[in-house]
Nanobody
């Protein structure tokens, strides 16, 4: 079955960095665009970044601090987050989409908590 498993979340001080990972299985990873979303308490889920199936095109909401990448040989996707701010605190979700640009996502992970302390 399809699985998306996020890891790498945790507690970090403002200004610090984290690298989130998403391990994919159960589908042809290299044929899917992938995305990261986040949801903070009391807020709606919001787009963070997405990457085309071949990794050659990306959209990043905050490209000055976040970088999305993927390794199709390993069925992995990553989100490098630098200069973290308290407002980045949220549950971060990995997702997969058949389409690019990706307006709808077919699969979702369970999320990983990121907490940024001030």
């Amino acid at each position: 079955q399809v699985q998306l498993v996020e890891s790498g979340g945790g507690l970090v001080q403002a200004g610090g960095s984290l690298r989130l990972s998403c391990a994919a299985s159960g589908f042809t990873f290299s044929s899917y665009a992938m995305g990261w979303f986040r949801q903070a308490p009391g807020k709606e889920r919001e787009f963070v970044a997405s990457i085309r199936s071949d990794g050659r095109s990306t959209y990043v909401a905050d490209s000055g601090r976040f970088t999305i990448s993927r390794d199709n040989a390993k069925n992995m996707m990553y989100l490098q987050m630098n200069k973290l701010k308290p407002e980045d605190t949220a549950v971060y979700y990995c997702s997969a989409s058949r389409n690019w640009p990706s307006y709808e996502y077919d699969y979702w992970g369970q999320g990983t908590q990121v907490t940024v302390s001030s």
